[in-house]
Structure formats: C-alpha cells, structure tokens
C-alpha cells in the first residue's frame, strides 16, 4: 500500500472507522477511492485527512464488466483525481458524475438495482412456467428478452412507452397482460419499493456519518 498512488476502500459501511484509523498514515497524500455505501466524503476525510476522496456507488454487475456507477469527489480530491476514478469504472461499465447529495438515492436505485431486475427475471420465468413452458426453454426466453429490450432502449433512446406501444395490438395479447399489470398497481409497487428503498438508505447514512 505504501508504494500505491491509489488505494479502494471496499469493506462494510460499518467497518470503514477501524480500517481508516489503522491505515490512514499510509495513506496520506493518495487517492482513496471508496466504494462504501452511506458513508459520506466528509466523514472519509475527517478519518484520512491526508487522502483525496473520491466516492463511488457501482452495482453487482461490475462482475461482468456492466455496471452502473456514480462517483462524486470529496473537498480533497481534485478534478483530474476524478477524472482518474471516472476512467478507472469506465472499464467496468457506464459511470456518471454526480453531486454527492444524490448518492443514498442511487444506492437504493442503481445500487440495488440488479435485485429488482432479477427479481423481475424470476416472475417472468415462473410465470412462463405457469403457462407450461419447458423450463430451460422459458429461462432462456425470459433472459434474453431482458437482455434484447435493454439494448433496444439503448440503441433508440426512446421513452419506454413509446416502445412498449409497438408491441401492443388493439384487443390483442399483449394489452390484456399490461391491463392486469396497470390493475394490480405495478409501476406504483416498484416505485413505492424503491422510495422505501431510498429512505433507509438515507436513514443508514444519517446514523453512519454520526448525525444522530
């Protein structure tokens, strides 16, 4: 560690105090780069007062080299340290840039993000199971057509309804399935599951950075 220019600060939100009090003088002067949830730039920086900080929300999917990452600087860090930790996540999919209000959000967003997609995943396959569908031929068709409307939105940009339209024929099969859907309140379910979401997270942060 003492020979690196940049170290990652990737442990449990609840152990970042004793790692940073027993490593912050070799530290000093270097980039940190955290990937600790809730745990806010200056509360980093109160425990290495001699790092620049840099804070980052990736997801599960960096495994695979596609996640979803924001990243925010501390008072310490610099704009070209930012730059470094922008291009160093740009290697393990898409990253935004943005102001550090926005984080807790976006952990409970992005962050948990692919829980709410498999959980989404799962439904798909059971309900294809539902209908009799030979079970690796619906784990396949629930996965790619994942996989495919993903790069679809990708690829044109355009408003998910605009899109989910194209496939809807008046009194046809797919307008009956969305009816059911609309009926049982899906988007309001997602919606209010991410809300509750995003407070706890904010509530975890609030007791984390000692603000309580």
Known sequence: MSKADIVFLSVKPGQVRGVLEEISSEIEGKLL????????TVFLESLAPGARVIRAMPNINVIVGASATAITKGKSARE???????????????????????????TAFSGSGPAYVLQFYESLLLAGLKIGLPREVAQDLALYTIIGTAKLLEATSGHPAELRDMVITPGGVTIEGIYVMEESGFKA?????????????????EILNGQE
């Open 189 to 205: 379910i997602v919606m209010n599951a991410i809300e509750r979401a995003c407070e706890k997270s904010k509530k975890i942060a």
């Open 33 to 40: 780069i955290s990937v600790a949830a809730a745990v806010s």
């Open 80 to 106: 070209e340290d930012l730059e470094i930790a922008k291009k160093l996540f740009s290697y393990m999919g898409e990253v935004v840039v943005v102001e550090e209000k926005y984080l807790d959000a976006i």
